[in-house]
């Protein structure tokens, strides 16, 4: 079972900065691929970028790509999710995510952990 933290959420003016980051309870860390997604009031979850195991490959929404980074550090057990030129529709709740699968990685259902979430509110 591995558990994740999610933790840097707040509130933040457009066109301002947070670095999200999560922790992970599990000593094999470089096993999981990790996914960060977010849930906005009255609307489904929905991806916003993962990164590999060792941090080889990752992949980003098209509503976040070129503002988000996602990154990790295996010695730390820790994933990153640095948002930058934040935007009134980034906010959400964001979650972290893991799977151990290879496959699809951009969706949801795919993941087999999840932590608590951090809430984002980016105002106008």
């Known amino acids: 079972q591995v558990q994740l933290v999610e933790s840097g959420g707040g509130l933040v003016q457009a066109g301002g900065s947070l670095r999200l980051s999560c922790a992970a309870s599990e000593r094999t860390f470089t096993s999981y691929i990790m996914g960060w997604f977010r849930q906005a009031p009255g609307k489904e979850r929905e991806f916003v970028a993962f990164i590999t195991q060792i941090g080889a490959n990752t992949y980003y929404a098209g509503s976040v790509k070129g503002r988000c980074t996602i990154s990790r550090d295996n010695a730390k057990n820790t994933v990153y999710l640095q948002m930058n030129t934040l935007k009134p529709e980034d906010t959400a709740d964001y979650y972290c995510?893991?799977?151990?699968?290879?496959?699809?990685?951009?969706?949801?259902?795919?993941?087999?952990?999840w932590g608590q979430g951090t809430q984002v509110t980016v105002s106008s």
């Open positions: 995510a893991a799977k151990r699968s290879f496959g699809i990685s951009a969706i949801a259902g795919a993941y087999d952990y």
